[in-house]
């Protein structure tokens, strides 16, 4: 590692960003949306680099600190931190980073949305619950699984299937969540759990569902992404209590 990227690395703003990223990570394993040792959450530095923060290879997501926080390039190479990085976080967020232009980068299998990358439609319905539709217009869905990604081309596939949207459905993968902002995107990811939790409950029923309409949906979305301070507030009162 060079002495710049060391100093960069220790920075009040990285630092801060360090924290918060190890934050988010200790608040998804509190909400139960962590596996083991698996998924992967990153934050682009705001200098416009190409470099990103990424959490260490190996630690379960509730012991990470700011200190285990890694800082790597588009090529994967660490150049500051104490920890190895896992491959397919440095394909996955790499390409998601470069090709999408997303700030921060969550990626995981929580249960009920990756329960719904299963079905035949692959995604959330955003017309149905309250909270499913403050994603609605912003989400894709990738049915095209083809293995781990290990290499570059998938990333880059990944990367160019979500087609400029906030969230992506990895067909019989997981999900990956995006935001130009942690808080707010730590937010979305623990929402969209929610609201796909609740579809999948619904459709357990049997029941016919009852989707609102699609310009009803926008609105809610539009009302959501209008006013942000609960996000904020969320994020917070997780700092406060993890």
């Given amino acids: 590692m060079t002495t710049q990227h060391q100093?960069?690395?220790?920075?009040?703003?990285?630092?801060?960003?360090r924290t918060d990223l190890a934050l988010a990570?200790?608040?998804?394993?509190?909400?139960?949306?962590?596996?083991g040792v698996c998924n992967h959450f990153s934050v682009e530095l705001p200098?416009?680099?190409?470099?990103?923060?990424?959490?260490?290879?190996?630690?379960?997501?509730?012991?990470?600190q700011a200190d285990d926080i890694v800082l790597i390039d588009v090529h994967g190479n660490i150049l500051a931190g104490r920890h190895a990085v896992e491959p397919t976080a440095m394909y996955i967020h790499a390409a998601i980073h470069r090709i999408a232009g997303k700030a921060c980068v969550l990626h995981t299998h929580m249960p009920h949305a990756t329960a719904l990358t299963l079905?035949?439609?692959?995604?959330?319905?955003?017309?149905?619950?309250?909270?499913?539709?403050?994603?609605?217009?912003r989400v894709a869905a990738d049915a095209h699984y083809n293995g781990l990604a290990?290499?570059?081309?998938?990333?880059?596939?990944?990367?160019?299937a979500m087609q400029g949207a906030d969230v992506v459905f990895l067909g019989n993968h997981g999900v990956v969540v995006?935001?130009?902002?942690?808080?707010?995107a730590y937010?979305?990811?623990y929402y969209l759990e929610r609201a796909c939790c609740v579809q999948v409950l619904a459709q357990?029923?049997?029941?016919?569902?009852?989707?609102?309409?699609?310009?009803?949906?926008?609105?809610?979305?539009?009302?959501?992404?209008?006013?942000?301070?609960?996000?904020e507030l969320f994020f917070e009162a997780l700092r406060r209590k993890l």
């Avoid at 935001?179 to 707010?184: A, N, T």
Wanted: proline share 4%; with cysteine; hydrophobic share 40%.
């Fill in 7 to 17: 100093q960069d690395f220790n920075s009040a703003s990285v630092t801060q960003l």
């Fill in 47 to 64: 200098d416009q680099s190409g470099r990103f923060l990424l959490n260490p290879r190996g630690l379960l997501w509730e012991e990470v």
């Fill in 119 to 137: 079905t035949a439609r692959r995604a959330l319905d955003t017309c149905l619950s309250q909270n499913a539709m403050r994603f609605h217009g």
């Fill in 150 to 160: 290990l290499d570059a081309a998938e990333g880059e596939r990944i990367a160019h």
């Fill in 25 to 35: 990570l200790r608040a998804a394993a509190f909400h139960g949306l962590a596996e």
């Fill in 178 to 184: 995006c935001g130009q902002r942690l808080d707010y």
């Fill in 187 to 189: 937010d979305d990811l």
């Fill in 204 to 231: 357990s029923t049997g029941q016919p569902l009852l989707p609102v309409a699609r310009p009803l949906a926008q609105k809610v979305m539009e009302q959501t992404l209008s006013e942000r301070l609960q996000s």
